[in-house]
């Protein structure tokens, strides 16, 4: 067989083992719900050791692509390196093996020191666990036998009698012309059975990933049903809307009002699992549901938001009417004391 054949199908059985990693990682991140999967896992750490100078630039430069590009560039990196790892397997099996779970345990660290505490400490840990079994061990399966030196060692078996040369194998076995040309190890069945499990489970995860990846937040959101506010927002002046070509209306669309993520995956929390809890420099600490907040008296608002990184005529601003409690009414209830300065905003990702 030509080395630019065999790098090939080295390169192919690297790819397709890793595909299927990332597949399982998909499938049991959205079996688990909100568990982050290694690649976003890498990503978030990678945003972490980034200089702040780096990532202003990359907001600027990029805008809203640039956790596309971020992610784009780590699947770029890891099929080079399947790749490669695939490669490395005809010269030694073993080492491409370690190489391969060198990679999966990358993703395991990840995961580990991920911030999240949607899922429990295992949930994190689960679908780089997923990655690494099946990618490590779809590659075992494609390259048994592989290793060249004990591969070309092994002893020949016999040719049957009165069989002719065409049908005699590299390795000493008859078979067809289509695997007259294959290197000692290789089998031909074995490599297209591994493809197309390999397949398969990368084609589950993707499309699992794709299609049930906002289920739990969409049905909790679709149940909610806003009561009256107490302090109702002032009627809308008739000479707010502008009969001007081109103006954008005085209330943005919701679906058109800009939305700007800072995390690689959306977290996915249910309306009922929600909590609000203000702590620290206070007298008593205070921990509301969704459903304490739609208790209380509710004040709507018509407010302007504006995305920090927004230029001067871009679209990441938007108007409309807001409904909902003051933090100074909760602050008030909770009791900030008098060395407290200011209010830390975090979310559960």
């Known amino acids: 067989m030509p080395l630019w054949r065999r790098r090939g199908l080295g390169a192919a059985a690297g790819l397709l083992s890793a595909a299927a990693g990332v597949g399982a990682s998909l499938l049991v991140s959205r079996i688990i719900g909100s568990a982050p999967t290694p690649v976003e896992a890498v990503g978030a750490r990678a945003i972490d050791a980034t200089p702040r100078a780096v990532k202003d630039w990359a907001v600027r430069t990029l805008g809203t692509a640039d956790k596309t590009v971020l992610l784009s560039g780590i699947f770029i990196v890891l099929v080079l390196l399947a790749c490669l790892i695939g490669v490395v397997a005809w010269r030694s099996r073993l080492t491409a093996l370690s190489l391969a779970t060198l990679l999966g345990l990358v993703g395991l660290a990840a995961a580990y020191a991920d911030r999240t505490r949607l899922v429990s400490a295992f949930g994190k840990l689960a679908p780089a666990l997923a990655a690494l079994i099946v990618s490590v061990g779809l590659l075992a399966w494609f390259t048994t036998g592989w290793d060249r030196r004990s591969a070309l060692h092994r002893p020949e078996v016999p040719n049957r009698p009165g069989s002719s040369e065409s049908e005699r194998s590299p390795n000493g076995l008859t078979g067809s012309g289509s695997t007259a040309d294959a290197p000692p190890g290789f089998d031909r069945r074995a490599f297209l059975a591994a493809a197309a ?153």
């Not at 969704?290 to 230029?311: F, G, H, K, Q, W």
């Open 197 to 349: 499990v390999s397949g398969a489970v990368a084609a589950t995860g993707a499309v699992s990933f794709t299609s049930f990846g906002s289920t739990v937040g969409a049905r909790s959101r679709s149940g909610v049903r806003l009561p009256a506010p107490a302090s109702p927002a002032p009627p809308l002046a008739r000479t707010a809307t502008l009969d001007v070509n081109g103006i954008t209306p005085y209330l943005t669309n919701s679906g058109d009002f800009y939305r700007v993520d800072t995390a690689l995956s959306v977290p996915q929390v249910a309306a009922k699992d929600w909590r609000l809890r203000i702590h620290g420099l206070v007298d008593s600490e205070l921990e509301l549901t969704y459903e304490d907040l739609l208790a209380m008296p509710l004040v709507e608002r018509r407010i302007t938001l504006m995305c920090v990184s927004n230029e001067v005529g871009g679209d990441l601003t938007g108007n409309a009417s807001w409904l909902g409690v003051r933090v100074a009414d909760l602050l008030r209830r909770a009791g900030p004391s008098a060395s407290a300065d200011a209010v830390k905003s975090t979310s559960i990702d």
